[in-house]
């Protein structure tokens, strides 16, 4: 083995015109054997643009991260003013960090009570860590229920709630206790006990193609964990922020969590994740033992800045008004006699094809024309269309448009 580093080192200048794909391949840990391997040089509102100058209309949104686009001017100059002032300082929790309080407490103010208590992590897995260690502190129980077809993030915990065996059992072994139900069951329900420290379900359920429960499931859900002394956990990663048409999916449903799950636009593009719940609860994680929960990077100030402004866009522009109508018009664009369904909360959609053969080729073929969309994880039949709520009329008609024509 060689010691000496500098032959392999360039500078930037060297790297213009090396094979970005080539080093892809082989300095990037990879996910799959066949990614999109796209490379991006530039986003902007709801598009992406290729180091080959392409321009592709971004139908995913970063996965449902872009609720207000791509660097809207707001989020960059907020970015732009944090990093003007600090980057990271100190560990969570010991100083006081003005953009993080000042996003915990708007969050707060748009979550009903008794969710008044920001704990910011870096991720989604993250934040469903945080809230299942939580759970068990608060309860002094150790069983859980989550439900099949779930999808909670890629660590450990996480994993260990996540609803499909094929993606959970190459790395057993995972927590003890945890056991899985059909989601939206009213025989489910009644099957939780005292024993039992929470129960943690996704409001609208998204890899499993976008599969909303019926309205008096989740209330039926809340009552029983009530009458049991279980907390109720809603994921509202994929679903928050607007995404189902509400600020939060669950003020659909009549309930209110006792934590809830934030991550994906919660950074307005930048990391972050985060757990809330009432200031009572989150005192379990302040002693016995003391420093219970700790992140050196959780709520990074720039993330927490952009977020803010972030959330503060989507509360004044009317983009979260407009989204059941943009959905109705997604809906009647996209009927064609190869769609099987669509099936829908807000902009997080589904397009369902005969077989995931069948989709993979409609989004190849999309991607090549300029247009971006993904399958999802527990349904690979089922395209994903989940842009920026920012989102016009006119753009979602050329974004069809193309769907149509791959569709043939
Ligand atoms: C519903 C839901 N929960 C949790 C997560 C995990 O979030 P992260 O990838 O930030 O860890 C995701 C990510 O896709 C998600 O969709």
Redesign the pocket.
Known sequence: MSTNFEKNARTDAAYAGVDMRSLFLRHLAQTSPSPLGLEIVRAEGIHLYDAQGRKYIDLIGG?SVCNTGHRHPRVVKAIKDQVDQYLHVLVYGELIQSPQVQYASLLAGNLPEPLNSVYFTN???EA?EGAMKLAKRVTGRTEMVAFRQS????TQG?LSVMGDEYWRNAFRPLLPGIWHEEYNSAAATDRITERVACVIA?TVQ??RGVWAPDSGWLRGLRARCDAMGALLIL?E??TGFGRTGSLWGFEQYGVVPDIVLL??ALGGGMPL?AFVADRRLMRELTEAPVLGHITTFGGHPVSCAAGMASLKLLLEEGWIGEVRRKEALFRSRLAHPSVRAIRSCGLLIAVEFEDAGRNQAVIGECIRRGLLTDWFLFAPQCMRIAPPLSITEEEIGAACAIILECLG
């Not at 999808?151 to 890629?154: D, K, L, R, W």
Request: overall charge negative.
């Open positions: 996965i991720s989604g897995a469903v999808y909670h993030g890629s996480a996704e998204g890899e994921d990663i994929q991550g994906k994740g």
